[in-house]
């Protein structure tokens, strides 16, 4: 059962008023000979797949345990820069779904609807996209389980051994002052995609979860913290007294924070994590004809 559409364009809008974001196939639909690109042109669905990448943490940082993003919904365009110059999508999957980074392998999780032809670039929400008509973003089903764009959770190493552990849940939501109704996550000019897409196509995103810490620290991680929880088995000495002057270690908060550090959603760390999300975790597209992508 196809997911409803989110509401993106301008309501009410005449039968052939062109919102920001209009399918081909509800242009085609118009009295007017209005075309999309290259003909001929069919209707199509395109199998979409999902997949995270292998994760081989270093010695000293952070080892991501668990890496649960809200992907979707997806649109690929005509134009080769996405966003405010793609009013109409060649292609759109308009719903969201869970995605395991740390998981190889490939889930199918919906299909994108359109017409054949070229698409050039593409954009995309974690799972709390603008809509025209609305004030508030729009949180989808996949996010709202997450309790937002993502959840992530992991290891504090030092010397290839954890010290602590640390949790996250990240909010990628449209801020103010942004265009309502485009999707936060855009192709960029020097990132390549080009495909005709056809009958028979199959889009793969795979996502890698080292992108997801990258400039993470630990200072960062113990100031946006609140303590709880404990590790197993518990640290055996107390912690040190140390001076107000000293600066905090993963070490010498053990006892302090527990072992677990739940990182607050408005801390440098939850930022850091976020921007890292929105413009370093970017999908590796990928393009197949098999019924099953590799």
């Not at 709390?128 to 190493?157: F, K, M, N, Y």
Request: charge should be negative; proline fraction near 11%; glycine fraction near 10%.
């Amino acid at each position: 059962m196809s997911p409803p559409r989110p509401a993106r364009a301008r309501a009410p809008h005449p039968p052939c008023a062109r919102p920001a974001l209009l399918s081909c196939a509800a242009l085609l639909s118009c009295a007017a000979p209005l075309s999309c690109g290259e003909s001929p042109q069919v209707r199509l669905q395109v199998p979409l797949w999902v997949a995270g990448g292998a994760h081989a943490p270093a010695a000293e940082g952070p080892a991501l345990t668990r890496a649960a993003l809200a992907f979707g919904p997806l649109y690929l365009c005509a134009g080769a820069q996405a966003g405010e110059l793609c009013e109409a999508a060649r292609l759109e999957w308009l719903d969201a779904a869970p995605v395991d980074a740390l998981d190889p392998a490939p889930v199918e999780v919906g299909a994108l609807r359109g017409l054949s032809g070229v698409a050039r670039s593409w954009m995309y929400d974690l799972g709390i996209s603008s809509q025209l008509d609305r004030d508030a973003p729009h949180t989808l089903d996949a996010a709202r389980a997450l309790g937002g764009s993502a959840a992530l959770a992991g290891e504090w190493r030092v010397g290839g051994e954890a010290v602590a552990r640390f949790e996250v849940t990240l909010r990628a939501e449209p801020g103010a002052g942004t265009e309502r109704g485009v999707p936060q996550v855009r192709k960029g000019l020097s990132e390549p995609f080009e495909r005709d897409v056809r009958p028979g196509d199959v889009l793969t995103a795979r996502f890698d979860p080292a992108a997801l810490t990258v400039g993470l620290t630990a200072r960062a991680l113990l100031e946006g913290a609140d303590c709880a929880g404990a590790l197993s088995p518990p640290p055996e000495s107390p912690e040190s007294p140390e001076s107000p002057d000293s600066p905090e270690t993963p070490e010498s908060t053990l006892a302090r924070c527990g072992g677990v550090w739940r990182v607050r959603p408005d801390s440098v760390a939850a930022r850091q994590l976020t921007l890292n999300l929105i413009g370093g975790a970017r999908p590796r597209f990928k393009w197949s004809r098999a019924a099953h992508p590799l």
